[in-house]
């Protein structure tokens, strides 16, 4: 196993990771649930990219629960769990298809307040930094 000991410098290439919504720290869900909305919140944009959205112009995916056990290596039941919170949470809504097709899930972002930013950004100087 390879160990990570690069600094990051300006032209380091980051590596591939997911997004973590900011609301997710204020919410009562598990550290499961957090990282399976994250999940399936990076699967959307590829759904968004690919034009998978229903007669009503909403965005699903299809990610069958065996391949996210196995990409966030927990077992089935807590990966169901998590999904149920999810669910309980308002942040997912499972659609079942009928017998042998696969299920649409689809990823609700919550209604949150717009932050406005300056145009510009001013970086902090090394010798202006606080200590």
Do not use: C
């Not at 065996?66 to 998590?82: F, N, R, V």
């Not at 809504?93 to 990823?107: D, I, K, Q």
């Amino acid at each position: 196993m390879r160990t990570i000991t690069d600094y990051i410098t300006a032209d380091t290439i980051l590596p591939r990771f997911l997004p973590y919504p900011y609301f997710l720290l204020k919410m009562d869900l598990s550290h499961t649930a957090r990282l399976l909305y994250g999940l399936l919140l990076d699967r959307s944009t590829l759904s968004q990219k690919n034009g998978w959205q229903d007669s009503e112009g909403r965005t699903y995916i299809v990610y069958p629960v065996s391949e996210i056990t196995e990409m966030l290596d927990k077992g089935s039941t807590a990966i169901k769990s998590a999904l149920n919170e999810l669910d309980a949470a308002g942040l997912l809504v499972r659609e079942r298809r009928g017998f042998s097709a696969p299920n649409r899930l689809y990823v609700k972002v919550p209604q949150v307040p717009v932050v406005q930013f300056s145009d510009h950004m001013t970086a902090i100087q090394p010798e202006k930094r606080p200590s």
